[in-house]
């Protein structure tokens, strides 16, 4: 008799035709089940080489047979495991039966679910949507460090007319933060001057060349900004707004959160619709009765 463990095929494949397997496309498409397609054998259950594309994608033909024995090695292992275990344990005594329909009941329920979250649920949050859950949610962001709002830019090293440059960022002209766009768009390595971003202490001192003592000595809202001269060209920064630990986080320092939280809300709110919907049908359709009132 032979081992299973150690024939796991009826013939013996040439690597190059159990190759030619893998890779043909007609095999996929629609399951033509061969000889040569069946790799392992454990009672009336087979493991078919179409199966396992995925596994050898990539691999040379020495390490893709080498995977390929190694899985079918373990599937028929565990296929004669489950044998012996059938063969030896009362499963109505151990409600396997019972654990298996359990799962299978919640494997369907959460396809279906899926499916529905997929076709029906919306994950566009509108901007006054956002502001107005931020308001009731906020208490429950309160900020474990200090976070600053900072505007900036870093300038490339070839980067041009620097005078002209810092007289732009400190006059008074309604047209300076399009010019600034510009320019920054242009001979800027990173920047952000249209919207400040929020940075926590920590983050902000191991970002930008700044140390604590400036973040006390720069004025919240105060125009100009300071010019920190570095190796890799010249950084330009100023603190828009800043929030102590301990405080509310700022709607844009936590927005992924909020609009996280406003997405299972409508999830479990559509979920709970269609479900709803599904009972009423039936109730209509009397395609159920209770007994129990």
Same mark, same amino acid.
């Given at each position: 008799?032979?081992?299973?463990?150690?024939? +796991?095929?009826?013939?013996?494949?040439?690597?190059?035709?159990?190759?030619?397997?893998?890779?043909?496309?007609?095999?996929?498409?629609?399951?033509?089940?061969?000889?040569?397609?069946? !790799?392992?054998?454990?009672?009336?259950?087979?493991?078919?080489?179409?199966?396992?594309?995925?596994?050898?994608?990539?691999?040379?033909?020495?390490?893709?047979?080498?995977?390929?024995?190694?899985?079918?090695?373990?599937?028929?292992?565990?296929?004669?495991?489950?044998?012996?275990?059938?063969? *030896?344990?009362?499963?109505?005594?151990?409600?396997?039966?019972?654990?298996?329909?359990?799962?299978?009941?919640?494997?369907?329920? @959460?396809?279906?679910?899926?499916?529905? !979250?997929?076709?029906?649920?919306?994950?566009?949050?509108? +901007?006054?949507?956002?502001?107005?859950?931020?308001?009731?949610?906020?208490? *429950?962001?309160?900020?474990?460090?200090?976070?600053?709002?900072?505007?900036?830019?870093?300038?490339?090293?070839?980067?041009?007319?620097? +005078?002209?440059?810092?007289?732009? !960022?400190?006059?008074?002209?309604?047209?300076?933060?399009?010019?600034?766009?510009?320019?920054?768009?242009?001979?800027?390595?990173?920047?952000?001057?249209?919207?400040?971003?929020?940075?926590?202490?920590?983050?902000?001192?191991?970002?930008?060349?700044?140390?604590?003592?400036?973040?006390?000595?720069?004025?919240?809202?105060?125009?100009?900004?300071?010019? @920190?001269?570095?190796?890799?060209? *010249?950084?330009?920064?100023?603190?828009?707004?800043?929030?102590?630990?301990?405080? +509310?986080?700022?709607?844009?320092?936590?927005?992924?959160?909020?609009?996280?939280?406003? !997405?299972?809300?409508?999830?479990?709110?559509?979920?709970?619709?269609?479900? *709803?919907?599904?009972?009423?049908?039936?109730?209509?359709?009397?395609?159920?009765?209770?007994?129990?009132?």
């Amino acid at each position: 008799m032979n081992n299973p463990l150690t024939h +796991p095929v009826r013939h013996q494949l040439p690597i190059y035709l159990l190759l030619l397997l893998l890779a043909s496309c007609s095999l996929f498409k629609k399951k033509q089940v061969t000889d040569a397609d069946v !790799i392992a054998r454990v009672g009336e259950e087979e493991l078919y080489a179409s199966d396992l594309q995925n596994l050898t994608k990539g691999l040379h033909d020495k390490d893709s047979l080498a995977v390929l024995r190694s899985y079918a090695e373990n599937w028929v292992r565990k296929k004669l495991l489950l044998q012996k275990a059938a063969e *030896n344990i009362d499963e109505e005594d151990l409600g396997v039966s019972k654990l298996v329909e359990d799962y299978r009941e919640k494997l369907m329920l @959460y396809e279906y679910e899926k499916a529905i !979250i997929n076709q029906k649920l919306d994950t566009v949050v509108k +901007p006054d949507e956002l502001a107005a859950w931020y308001d009731k949610m906020k208490d *429950n962001f309160p900020l474990e460090q200090d976070v600053y709002q900072l505007y900036f830019f870093k300038l490339k090293p070839e980067a041009p007319d620097l +005078p002209n440059l810092r007289k732009m !960022i400190t006059i008074e002209d309604p047209d300076a933060e399009a010019k600034l766009l510009g320019y920054c768009r242009e001979f800027a390595s990173s920047f952000s001057v249209e919207k400040g971003m929020w940075y926590t202490k920590e983050n902000t001192l191991k970002n930008f060349p700044v140390r604590e003592v400036d973040l006390v000595s720069m004025q919240v809202g105060k125009k100009a900004y300071r010019e @920190y001269k570095t190796d890799d060209g *010249n950084w330009f920064i100023k603190v828009s707004n800043t929030v102590s630990k301990g405080n +509310p986080s700022p709607l844009d320092f936590v927005s992924p959160l909020v609009v996280k939280a406003i !997405i299972e809300k409508r999830r479990l709110d559509l979920v709970d619709r269609v479900y *709803n919907k599904v009972y009423q049908d039936g109730l209509k359709s009397k395609s159920f009765e209770l007994f129990v009132k």
